[in-house]
Nanobody
Framework: QVQLVESGGGLVQAGDSLSLSCAASGLTYNGGALAWFRQAPGKEREFVAAIRWNGGYTYYADSVKGRFIISRDRAKNPVYLQMNSLTPEDTAVYYC??????????????????WGQGTQVTVSS
């Protein structure tokens, strides 16, 4: 059984950086995509970034492009999210997700097969 566990969240000030990690157990497939989503209070879950398992191609929401970097490490944790120049609007619970069958046209949709429990990121002004 595959489990995804996020870590690295916390409370930071505007302009600071934070790095999130997503550890996986039982993740043996070699395809599809890994992604980060976030959900702020009272809002729907939204796409943040994704990376294709093969080739490492990356995709970002416009709101984080140029500030966040998604990467993957096949030998250790499957996916990281480096967040720079954080603003209070980035405050949310961040979730990692994985889907071995995720195709490019669906990469931003919040219906991935596997999800972590989420980690809170709070940015103070």
């Amino acid at each position: 059984q595959v489990q995804l566990v996020e870590s690295g969240g916390g409370l930071v000030q505007a302009g600071d950086s934070l790095s999130l990690s997503c550890a996986a157990s039982g993740l043996t497939y070699n395809g599809g995509a890994l992604a980060w989503f976030r959900q702020a209070p009272g809002k729907e879950r939204e796409f943040v970034a994704a990376i294709r398992w093969n080739g490492g191609y990356t995709y970002y929401a416009d709101s984080v492009k140029g500030r966040f970097i998604i990467s993957r490490d096949r030998a250790k944790n499957p996916v990281y999210l480096q967040m720079n120049s954080l603003t209070p609007e980035d405050t949310a619970v961040y979730y990692c997700a994985a889907d071995p069958a995720r195709i490019l046209s669906q990469i931003r949709q919040p219906d991935y097969k596997l999800w972590g429990q989420g980690t809170q990121v709070t940015v103070s002004s």
